[in-house]
C-alpha cells in the first residue's frame, strides 16, 4: 500500500486520484468514481467530492493508498 502525504485537513476523492497520478485527468477521475471503479475505507464511493482526510484508504484499479498527514 503506498503512502501518499496531504498537508491539507482532507482533500476530495477526484483530486486524490490526480495528485496520486492514477488518473491523467479530472474527466477520468470523475469517470471512474461513476462508474463504481473507486473504494473509500473497503466501500465503493460514488461521490467525487468525497472528503478523504488522513487514515482514510483508496482502492482503485490494482492501486491501494493510504493517505496521511505530510
Not at 500500500?1 to 483530486?15: N, P, Q, Y
Not at 477520468?28 to 473504494?39: C, Y
Amino acid at each position: 500500500m503506498e503512502k501518499i502525504a496531504i498537508s491539507t485537513d482532507f482533500i476530495k476523492l477526484d483530486a486524490l486520484l490526480k495528485y496520486a497520478s492514477l488518473v491523467g485527468t479530472g474527466g477520468e477521475a470523475k469517470l471512474a468514481i461513476a462508474e463504481g471503479m473507486v473504494k473509500v475505507n473497503g466501500e465503493v464511493c460514488t461521490m467525487r467530492g468525497k472528503k478523504i482526510r488522513p487514515g482514510d484508504t483508496v482502492e482503485f484499479d490494482r492501486y491501494a493508498l493510504q493517505v496521511v498527514r505530510g
